[in-house]
């Protein structure tokens, strides 16, 4: 899933609902459907926090004047901290 861009995702969880709230569905085929979804939101949230995230250091950068670059090392810094998690 992770390859998948958020609007794929998106546009996936829209097909989803939309054949799960069909009446002819299998209960198999509509328990599948809705484990996909779930595991569709989980990464949709886990995308939207982290990107929340990113903003949240870009705006922070500003208001400290840190340059661009400045931020990239030390959101690689972060990115090597949080290894092995």
Known sequence: MSEMTFRKMMERLEEITATLERQDLE???GLRLFEEGV???REARRRLAETGAKVERLIGSMEEGLSSEELRL?????EADGEGD
């Open 74 to 78: 030390e959101e690689a810094g972060e």
């Open 27 to 29: 209960l198999e085929e």
């Open 39 to 41: 595991g569709l939101i």
